[in-house]
């Protein structure tokens, strides 16, 4: 039987219901709300509070207050009880309101008479809409069921608000989701895009909030939580054997799938008169509203549940995600809270742009965006929230700045800074063929990064003269289990067929770090990006490495061969890689298969002791490839992922300059080709530096060679190198500002 309480909280969303479904404008809705609510609350007062921007917080509609103070009464977040419960996101009920913490008395409201007050947040998935209150003349504090009813209708008002219930003529707020915003992310990928807003994980619309059957509605609910259960159970099964992580997340899915207290919860909103989905989804604010104020480990398992309430509602409502790309807008943007690399995969070159509320630069989503040049602004925050499918959308990966529902004036600033972009590309084409041969002479070769056989065909597009970094983990990192040898022969033999004879240096696995691979035994250490990693990896467990040396020999079949170690750190260790090349050779030529013609390998140096390295390593190793994204790092003692000190040093700071100074004179020295390839090589100022220097090769994005070539064709190298001499000389801590002030006298 339901309670007294149930009863009038269902005939007070049935109430809602029939105003939400008549064709009132949104003010008359608010008035006709109130009233109801403070009649059915037996309370004096029944006041809205919405949003009006992030910050403040307006009166959109009371009944008891002075009916002047509406769209007058305006609060800052945070500031009076109101203001306090939009901030904690947290009910306030107290009997004396006068004296209670943070209590401001708004004088034309007249509330001075009123003791009690409850405040209530009208939050939707974990975001504050506004405020509903109660006030009463009695001092008293409302009862648990009472607070309880009033939580179930708020959560009704913030659906009502998110479907735009409260605009239109005489309402003075517009509909969430309409204004344009601007979020400041980081940049992830450089570049200009505009397109429109495609979610990886679409919101689900619960448009039937109100049920007057409760007893269908727990039947459905529990319908649905038994497909839920056996759903799990599958993909438990299914992913048992291969990865352990994504098994615990699938164990905490069962457990929530599974537990008592979280159907509970749902069924007595169901009770109170909500529809299954409305229910699934108020508990599901409820997670989101904890999950900001959590320890990260119980952040984790509030995701694991926010997660899983997503599927529950898909399989309530029948409305599917965004796994097969069906109905992609025209230019899509992708944006999501973070995506693995082989989902990105999936949804291929297509993408105009991809926005992440989280992600970070080294991540494999980033390599892959980075490899297909779309602009790409990660930890833009809020923005899964905002965003509605089909939304314009515009993404300044120059500044890892996003755009949404831009108004005119910004459209207008995008087009320009777009059609400025398209005269540039225009300008790089037609120096394609030309080589990058700088004023004074000197020609600087120009090569191109790569990983994916996705962009081997830029090869022939950007003008590069062949593969400078060839990052093999990419094809580790797309698939879910460890690739066969063979399969990875047949893959570098394509890779060598679309080079047609250019040079490709391929990198044995770089994995550790960031770079985790799912089906490989986690590693916790403390800090990873100097633990065990990439050839350490590799000389330790050489079983991998050994078959990707056989792969990269059978490939060749014949023809030159260029393989380089990443993160030599010491002569040794090149000297063990390179035991290990001359095995596989002997082991392949014993097998029968032909041997390379000519074959060359090199070293990374992305540590700074190998600069420091004996004579004899120079002599010993045919090439060297400067990784720069690491040996800065460890240069500067600056992690490369961590935002706050990334950007502190600059890749031109003269002790940085003068260290590749003297590395390449130890080269010279010896004869030992030397090139860059890391992203730095790819930005035109420190590019033209590195050439000053005396770089002769550079390894960089493809998108990067036009730029890099246009300005190295306008420069005489000799006078770049005499302005950075005059810089250490003068004592600057970096080169760039001088360098910067005399590009502005040659362009
Ligand atoms: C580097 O460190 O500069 C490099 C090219 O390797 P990674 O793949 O680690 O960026
Ligand atoms: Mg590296």
Request: proline share 4%.
């Amino acid at each position: 039987m339901p309670d007294r309480f149930e009863t009038q909280s269902r005939k007070l969303l049935g109430r809602l219901r029939d105003i939400m479904a008549s064709g009132d404008a949104g003010q008359a809705r608010l008035d006709e709300i109130v009233r109801l609510i403070a009649s059915s609350m037996r309370a004096e007062v029944c006041s809205i509070y919405l949003f009006r921007d992030v910050e403040t917080l307006e009166l959109c509609a009371t009944e008891g207050l002075e009916q002047d103070a509406v769209h007058q009464t305006r609060m800052r977040l945070g500031e009076g009880l109101v203001g306090r419960v939009a901030r904690t996101k947290r009910v306030v009920n107290t009997g004396d309101a006068p004296s209670s913490k943070g209590f401001r008395y708004m004088p034309e409201t007249g509330e001075e008479r009123y003791s009690s007050f409850c405040g209530i947040p009208v939050q939707r998935l974990g975001e504050t809409m506004g405020v509903l209150v109660v006030q009463s003349l009695e001092s008293r504090e409302f009862t648990a069921d009472e607070v309880y009813a009033l939580e179930v209708v708020a959560m009704v008002l913030a659906e009502m608000n998110e479907l735009g219930a409260f605009t239109g003529d005489g309402a003075a707020l517009r509909a969430r989701h309409q204004d344009p915003l601007m979020v400041r992310g980081t940049i992830g990928q450089e570049g200009a895009a505009g397109g429109n807003v495609y979610l990886h994980e679409p919101r689900v619309v619960v448009t039937n909030l109100v049920a007057d059957d409760p007893d269908a509605e727990m039947a459905r609910l529990r319908e649905a939580v038994d497909t839920l259960r056996v759903s799990v159970d599958e993909m438990l099964t299914q992913t048992a054997a291969v990865n352990k992580d994504q098994k615990q997340v699938l164990e905490a899915y069962r457990m929530f799938a599974n537990s008592r207290g979280w159907m509970k919860r749902m069924e007595a909103d169901i009770a109170q008169g909500l529809s299954a989905e409305a229910a699934v989804e108020k508990e599901q604010s409820l997670a989101r509203t904890r999950m900001g104020q959590a320890d990260s480990y119980l952040r984790d398992r509030l995701h694991d549940l926010d997660d899983l309430s997503n599927r529950l509602l898909r399989i309530l409502t029948g409305q599917g995600g965004n796994t097969t790309g069906d109905d992609m807008p025209e230019n899509p943007v992708l944006v999501a809270r973070n995506i693995g690399p082989g989902e990105l995969l999936e949804y291929g070159k297509q993408l105009k742009g991809i926005i992440l509320e989280e992600g970070s630069v080294g991540s494999h989503a980033a390599i892959v965006a980075r490899a297909w040049a779309i602009p790409l602004v990660i930890r833009a925050e809020g923005i899964v929230a905002a965003a509605l499918n089909g939304d314009p959308v515009l993404v300044d990966g120059e500044q890892g700045i996003v755009h949404l529902r831009p108004d005119d004036t910004v459209q207008a600033a995008f087009r320009d800074k777009i059609a400025m972009q398209a005269e540039a590309q225009v300008r790089y084409a037609s120096i394609r063929d030309l080589p990058a041969q700088a004023k004074c002479g000197t020609v600087i070769a120009l090569h191109m990064n790569a990983g994916l056989m996705a962009d081997l065909p830029s090869l022939e597009s950007s003008g590069a003269e062949g593969v400078g970094l060839f990052r093999t983990e990419l094809q580790f990192l797309v698939r879910s289990q460890m690739p066969k040898r063979a399969e990875l022969s047949a893959l570098y033999a394509r890779v060598m067929d679309a080079a047609q004879g250019r040079r490709v240096a391929f990198r044995t696995l770089d994995i550790g770090s960031d770079k985790v691979l799912t089906y490989m035994k986690p590693n916790d250490e403390p800090n990873p990006a100097m633990g065990w990693r990439a050839i350490r990896v590799g000389l330790e467990k050489p079983g991998v490495l050994r078959m990707q040396l056989q792969a990269l020999i059978r490939a060749a079949n014949g023809r030159p061969l260029s393989v380089m170690f990443p993160f030599v750190a010491q002569l040794e260790e090149y000297r063990m890689a390179r035991a290990e090349l001359d095995k596989a050779m002997a082991r392949e030529k014993i097998l029968g298969h032909p041997l390379p013609d000519t074959f060359e390998i090199g070293a990374m140096l992305e540590t700074p002791s190998l600069a420091f390295a004996p004579d004899v390593f120079f002599e010993e190793v045919d090439f060297i490839s400067i990784g720069g994204n690491d040996l800065k790092q460890f240069f500067f003692a600056a992690d490369r992922e961590n935002e706050r000190v990334r950007r502190r040093y600059d890749t031109l700071n003269v002790s940085f300059i003068t260290f590749l100074e003297q590395l390449i004179a130890r080269c010279k020295q010896h004869n030992t080709p030397i090139s860059f390839c890391g992203e730095d090589a790819g930005r035109p100022i420190e590019a033209v530096a590195f050439a000053a220097l005396g770089l002769r090769s550079l390894s960089m994005r493809p998108a990067s060679i036009g730029p890099v070539k246009h300005l190295l064709r306008r420069l005489n190298l000799d006078e770049v190198k005499q302005v950075m001499d005059d810089a250490r000389a003068r004592g600057d801590q970096s080169a760039r500002g001088a360098i910067s002030d005399y590009l502005r006298t040659q362009v």
